[in-house]
């Protein structure tokens, strides 16, 4: 389980290696983290070439660090031809984290695991996991149980919604109804295994009202934030994801009314004529000490 301080990962932005305009653009974007493609996003015939450009990619990464934005490499997966020199070489840079696709089982993460700790990535090398396959959702509770063991290194569960779809069948319309359940799923082990959650991707990137509307429901089945494909829909994620104002304002009166000398030691107090309970300060106590790390 992480017992690091919180982290900001309300917007993601993938940006394919291949990408060299888009790569230039990482330093002028106020996302929490990219993730560097070198799976989906690269075709075939460039996967090695973008491998080649990581070494360049990660020069920059004192200017991700300045402003707090964490650097994560996407690998293909292991059983392809591009999976373990992917893994070996994203290793090198000592990324924040590398995000594995078409995770199945536990044993996939223990096998980089293993393969990180052989060649003596720092423990700072987290791994995060593409949540994208049937198999996965059905092994979903044994491979986040792996987020209790630190030396697992295991962090973060990403949405892989595209792959979901296609792998399924099922339909992906724009409320995302035949997902949502299994996109809940997912909330709920990543909570048992203390893991970060990141939903998918909205593939319509002009469609800024319609990703908005998607990010508010996400944050509302309890997201920490979203993976993105395009810069326009960074602003969009970390208001989202962030506390409103009204729930930092109610907060706030929880903390204020728990700090009264006439509620010292007391389980649970009325406030404005509701219940309040002591989870409810540690919520309140959450939710302030996240929007102080946003800056918000
Ligand atoms: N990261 C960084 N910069 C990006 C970007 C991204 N993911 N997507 C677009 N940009 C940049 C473009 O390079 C362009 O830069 P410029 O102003 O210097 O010309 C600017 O943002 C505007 O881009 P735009 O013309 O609107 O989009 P596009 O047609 O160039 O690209 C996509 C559209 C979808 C191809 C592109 O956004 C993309 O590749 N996204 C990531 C896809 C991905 O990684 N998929 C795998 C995970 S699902
Ligand atoms: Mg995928």
Redesign the pocket.
Known sequence: MTTEPYRPRRSV????AS?D??????AQ?ACDA??I?L???VAPADKVAAREKLAGIFDNRPVALGRRCEMVV?VNALASEWGADDLLAAAKFEPDGILLSKVATPRDILEVGDVLDDNFAPDSVKLWAMIETPKAMLNIGAIAELGRDPASRLNCFVA?T?DLAKDTGVLATPDRRYLVPWLMQMVLAARAGGLDMLD??A?D??DLDAFARECAEAAAMGFDGK??????QIDAANRAFAPSPAALTEARLVKDAFALAENNGKGVIALNGRMVERLHLAQAEKLLAKAAAIGA
Do not use: C, M, Q, S
Request: zero cysteines.
């Open positions: 932005l993938y940006v394919p990408n305009k888009a790569l230039a653009k990482i974007l990219v993730i493609d799976e989906d996003a996407r892989g595209n998918g991707v593939n990137f002009r993976t993105l494909i395009h810069p326009a």
